[in-house]
């Protein structure tokens, strides 16, 4: 099983910043990539952005240029660096992480509990 505990939302002003982090712990082989969804009151949750172990990368087209996400396989903790939020960027955002138990075994998704971004016009 793998725990993942969210950090570092908050309440900013239109423009501003922020940096989720996300920590993983548990029992497991490997985590495989991680990265972070969002989901709006009354919306589907939606890929944000999410990187592999070995650092590739994918981003939803509206994050690029302004969100950039890390990862750091040591710590098994994935950053979420938010630049020139927007209003529309407010949201709940939910970390995950594919993992497997054993090597052989295939991935299964973990999901935080979420941690709320609000983002003030």
């Known amino acids: 099983q793998v725990q993942l505990v969210e950090s570092g939302g908050g309440l900013v002003q239109a423009g501003g910043s922020l940096t989720l982090s996300c920590a993983a712990s548990?029992?497991?082989?490997?985590?495989?990539?991680m990265g972070w969804y969002r989901q709006a009151p009354g919306k589907q949750r939606g890929m944000v952005a999410t990187?592999?172990?070995?650092?590739?990368?994918n981003y939803a087209d509206s994050m690029l240029g302004r969100f950039t996400i890390s990862l750091d396989n040591a710590k098994n903790t994935v950053y979420l660096q938010m630049n020139s939020l927007k209003p529309e960027d407010t949201a709940v955002y939910f970390c995950?992480?594919?993992?497997?138990?054993?090597?052989?075994?295939?991935?299964?998704?973990?999901w935080g509990q979420g941690t709320q971004v609000t983002v003030s016009s």
């Open positions: 995950n992480a594919l993992s497997k138990r054993r090597m052989y075994y295939a991935p299964t998704n973990y």
């Open positions: 548990g029992t497991f082989f490997s985590i495989d990539a």
């Open positions: 990187i592999t172990k070995g650092g590739s990368t």
